[in-house]
DNA sequence: CAAGCTAGCTAACGCTCGTTCGTGCTGGCA
DNA sequence: TGCCAGCACGAACGAGCGTTAGCTAGCTTG
């Protein structure tokens, strides 16, 4: 059940263990710029050995993104469900959006560098789960206008750059830092509704 | 001087043809995922002819990365320069940064996805520009904070926020839609003084 | 018209990649 | 105790990569 382990680790091999292993590194180094004979070396076996947990590379980044992306979408559900108020439910979208680009850091880099090399038809439920995601959020930002409670020129240019800066926090966010990933979020909702034009900030 | 293309294109075969067309293929698909034979194809010649235009792959990449990465940081310095109030010197650095990543999207897509893929010394002078630029509007934030007109509770944050903001321009923006690079710019500098916390904006 | 440079070509290299195959050890269960 | 499934292994594959070498057609220059 325990590999030999040359390299020191002692962890069973398991699909989940290959996984994370592929994620660590595909986050590192790209999906093109990572070879699958790293992966093996990082969990102490033989490079042909991975085909006992897995089916193939491609397989191994449609499966991350693809999970990833659908967790995003079905986060942003949960945040803004039953929240009345569309300044309130546009926070919890942003607060949780951030949270996870803090949390999950190694697939959301994965996520946005490696999508265009996933092969259909992957590709294109993880660019329709995107565009549904932007879509609701730049809805919310709409809204939001249509009640004069917030002042967005173009509730789409809003929407990307806010996503966008939410995205960012997997590229220096660090767990060993001064701050907890749930300060980010905390501080990265309050930028958003700031670019979304909230009138009045706390 | 011309090639014979047989895809079609009839364009001279330079050293800068060859950059240009690897720079719109590895902002299409990567570094690693981007093969020399490609860009031989793109220029309608086989692929031992590049080695006539050019040094090496990774010589490609160096050039286009610490090219773009110099100019950001000449563009901060002549946006800043001249300027005493610093919420104008940070509302110029946003923006001509944000128009960059509109006017330049190409070489922002590489910058931001295949700097990992850099060997050194490369590698180390690009990421100390990178670190210079976030410093110094880092050090904008907090003058202005200081000053009382800005807001901000962690410049550091803030800074990182406001910058990878206006580096997903380079992710959606199109020269063709319905915003110019200006326009686009002019939003981004007005969202990063809102993240930044000005107080009281126009 | 001869010489020489430019820049294309084909052929070939050494290497690495993802993947397949068949073998043999090993540990749990009947 | 004997069997069987699980899993790591070495060997090998075909393909593709970046790069080098050597050749040649054509333009430029005296």
Known sequence: MTAPTPTGERVAVTPAAV??????????????????????????????SLYNHMRSKQEL????????????WAEFGAAVDGRADVVDRLREAARVYALRHAT???????????????????????LDLRRRHERAVRALIAEGVAQGRLAAEDPRTASFGLLEMCVSVARWFSPDGALSAQDVAEQYSDFALRVAGLRDPD
Request: charged residues 20%; glycine residues 4%; aromatic residues 4%.
């Open 19 to 48: 996984r994370d292993a592929a994620t660590t590194l595909f986050a590192e180094k790209g999906y093109h710029g990572t070879a699958l004979s790293e992966v093996a070396a990082h969990l102490g076996i033989r490079t042909p």
């Open 61 to 72: 980044l449609a499966e991350i993104v693809l999970d990833t992306s659908q967790q995003v």
């Open 104 to 126: 999950h850091r190694r697939e959301a880099l994965i996520v946005n560098r490696d999508v265009a090399s996933l092969a259909e038809p992957v590709l294109s439920q993880v």
